[in-house]
Structure formats: structure tokens, C-alpha cells
């Protein structure tokens, strides 16, 4: 089975700057991934995912994600956040295809 | 608007009363997830149906219970509620088809709001 570690519940940060939600995932086979974001009162929104290929994924909001198979790690990055990116993110795994499993999330709060 | 439509977005109910929750998948999709979040237990897999037949089943509780009918719309039914029931319901579709990439792709619906007071 596989799971995933968030291991930031909530990562403050100031508008403009850089961020970085890491994602940990445990499986013995190889598998996807993925980044939801969850804007208040709404639903989950893909915002990116690895499947194959180039490990350097681009999202939508100009976020992206490094798949990196050693470290078994797939962290979401922004170079510049905006206050509209507050919102909760959630890291997923599936393999094949299996249903996903969440991370408990990560709460992202930008500040003017 | 992911294609996905929920119903009702939000639910108030009593303890031990039972409730029905609707979804309608995205046009083409042939499979359906549900999915519970709560603020402990995070965002749980309750159970998978694929073009009418029950696929995958994670922490669903006896006392919930789902189908995916003929048009592949979906319920979940919730019975003898519990106050650790109320939580935000998502369903989800993916084509469930096999792909190039063999990857299943879930858009997720705007969830329903349970409460049971």
C-alpha cells in the first residue's frame, strides 16, 4: 500500500516570496502523482501531476513540482506567491489504476 | 466548474436520521469516487464505482452505502447518522478507461456539506 507525508501542516509565508510544500510518498512500486489545491468553501482543483517522463512538472498559477524517485519526494514550489494562492494543498498518490491517496494536507497562508 | 455537480451542497440533519447524497459525473466518465474530509481524519477514500459496479471499497462504514446508477449518476446513503458523520462529501469522476499513461485522473465535484446536529 502506499502513503503519503506532508510534513508541513501549515507553511506562512509573505506575498511574493518563494514557497516550497514538501511531499513524501512510501511505495514499493513505481507511481503517480499528485498536487490538489483546495480554495476555501470549494473543491479540489488539480493543479499538477507526474506520470512519466520529465521529472520537472509544470502546473497551473505557475506552480511546479520536482519528482525526485530517490528521495522518494515530490515538493511543490512557487517562486512568487500571491495572496490569491492562499488555500490548502494536498499531495496524492495512486499507482496504476488505484484510487488516490491524500496527504493531510498543507495549509499555504500569504500575507500582504 | 469541473464538471462534476454535486448535490445538496449543504445538509443539516439530526443524529440517527439518514440522508442521500447526489453526483453526476463529468460528460464520458465512467467512474465515481467518494471521498470524506473531515478536520482529523483528513480526506478518506470511501468507495469506487465503475460503469455500475462497485470497483474499490476503502473506510466506508456499514451504515453508508452507495450505487452508481444506468446514466452513471451516483448516491451515497448515510444512515443512523452520527455527529462524527458530519464532514465535507466529495465525489469524484475519471474516465476509467485504460490510457497511454495507464494514470486515473480525478475531477472532483464542489462536495456536500453534512451536519448532524
Known amino acids: 500500500a502506499q502513503s503519503v507525508t506532508q510534513l508541513d501542516s501549515q507553511v506562512p509565508v509573505f506575498e511574493e516570496a518563494p514557497v516550497e510544500l514538501r511531499c513524501n510518498y512510501s511505495?514499493?512500486?513505481?507511481?503517480?502523482l499528485f498536487w490538489y489545491v483546495q480554495y476555501p468553501n470549494q473543491g479540489l482543483q488539480l493543479l499538477l501531476k507526474y506520470l512519466s517522463g520529465s521529472t520537472l512538472v509544470k502546473g497551473i498559477n505557475g506552480f511546479e513540482a520536482e519528482f525526485n524517485k530517490s528521495q522518494t519526494s515530490f515538493h511543490l514550489r512557487k517562486p512568487s506567491v500571491h495572496i490569491s494562492d492562499t488555500a490548502e494543498y494536498f499531495c496524492a498518490v495512486s499507482r496504476g489504476y488505484s484510487t488516490l491517496t491524500f496527504g493531510k494536507g498543507t495549509m499555504l497562508l500569504v500575507s500582504p | 466548474d469541473s464538471g462534476v455537480t454535486q448535490t445538496p451542497k449543504h445538509l443539516i440533519t439530526a443524529t440517527g436520521q439518514r440522508v442521500t447524497l447526489r453526483c453526476s459525473p463529468r460528460?464520458?466518465?465512467?467512474?465515481v469516487y467518494w471521498y470524506q474530509q473531515s478536520l482529523d481524519q483528513g480526506l478518506q477514500f470511501l468507495i469506487q464505482?465503475?460503469?455500475?459496479?462497485?470497483?474499490a471499497k476503502g473506510n466506508i462504514l456499514e451504515r453508508f452505502s452507495a450505487q452508481q446508477f444506468p446514466d452513471l449518476h451516483s448516491e451515497l446513503n448515510l444512515s443512523s447518522l452520527e455527529l462524527g458523520d458530519s464532514a465535507l462529501y466529495f465525489c469524484a469522476s475519471s474516465s476509467g478507461r485504460q490510457g497511454a499513461t495507464g494514470a486515473n485522473v480525478l475531477t472532483f465535484g464542489a462536495g456536500s456539506r453534512l451536519t448532524v446536529l
Open positions: 464505482y465503475y460503469n455500475g459496479e462497485e470497483r
Open positions: 511505495s514499493s512500486v513505481s507511481v503517480y
Open positions: 460528460s464520458g466518465d465512467l467512474s
